[in-house]
């Protein structure tokens, strides 16, 4: 338990090394929202914290780097959906690292059927991503720490 700890508290460090390095000066925090890891997923609906504030962006990037269990797909779906119904986004990028690839076929059939209702999705994977955040052509960024683990723990 202690390692995985230790596994966690790194990957939060190098998140918040690749904002602070990647910060402009000329940018503005316009909400922090504090979500802890017992909340309950009925109050933090990945569909509403994703897109509240996508205004008129048309593609979006979401980074999240494992894409495994079968919530973090199940939320990604939920991201897709609300996506389509709540925004103008119609473009959307996906990267995770590597041992993500594994269970691609899960992430190709949810952009198929998010494809079919006019969300035109893809996926790369890459070996270093630590960083969990969505970010629309607007300039909006949404900086999520659990990112599609959001109300659950990781299985990893």
Partial sequence: ALIIELQAQASAAAARAV???SSKT???LLITLHITSGA???KFLISVVFST????ATSATLKQP???ASWQYKNFAACCHAL???SAVRTLSIESQSPSAARSHVLDAIIEEVGMLGLTASACFCEELHIRE???NNG???ACDMGLDLCQASDR
């Avoid at 504030?53 to 008129?56: E, F, H, Q, R």
């Fill in 140 to 142: 909006v960024v949404i």
């Fill in 53 to 56: 504030y996508v205004g008129c």
């Fill in 40 to 42: 309950m997923a009925s």
């Fill in 66 to 68: 494992y894409l495994v």
């Fill in 26 to 28: 000329d940018e503005w």
């Fill in 84 to 86: 389509l119904k709540r």
């Fill in 134 to 136: 969505i970010v629309y």
């Fill in 19 to 21: 904002r602070k390095d």
